[in-house]
């Protein structure tokens, strides 16, 4: 683990990174952030737990431009919502997640929104580009896509081995960007 300024500390909270995890320098973590095992932040993402708390599982990429906020807690929502990633979730690039819940085993398509307090059950894929809308459950074992999200078919047995492929070809990656800077 490097740590240099793309991990930054706010309000006495100070990003925790797991063994393994790579952190890109040109992104940002700060505050109340938590990245499991394995895990990859890539160029120009920006992951900003400052006013509530970010947890992101083991083997989780996190791709170029995306965007990982919270909800705060308010008058309009008197708890906020935290993020909430699982475990081997693709997160593709310029993906928007914010102040929701992302279980195991997801792909995010490139593009996709997801709002605040929806809920992405495990093993789902989100086609590029998808809109998950606030408070929306989104239920294991299909693709959605659209705007707003729409089930399309169940994924097949080979879309579900892809998740952990593609879990494990981020951590090759980026223990490569590890082992040379």
Partial sequence: MTIHSSIRSHKNHTPKL?????????????GDVEIGQDSSVWP?????????????????????????????????????WPLE?????????????HGCAIGSRVLVGIGTIVMDGAIVEDDVVLGAGTLVPPGKRLQSGHLYMGSPAKIIRSLTAREREFFTYSAANYVKLKDEYLRNP
């Fill in 18 to 30: 797991a063994d393994g995890v790579f952190v890109d320098t040109t992104a940002l973590v700060i």
């Fill in 85 to 97: 990633i699982g475990d081997d979730v693709t997160v593709g690039h310029s993906a928007t997640l």
């Fill in 44 to 80: 120009y993402a920006v992951v900003r737990g400052d006013m509530h708390r970010i947890r992101i599982g083991c083997r989780t990429s996190i791709q170029d431009t995306s965007v990982l906020h919270i909800t705060h807690a308010g008058p309009f929502n008197p708890d906020g």
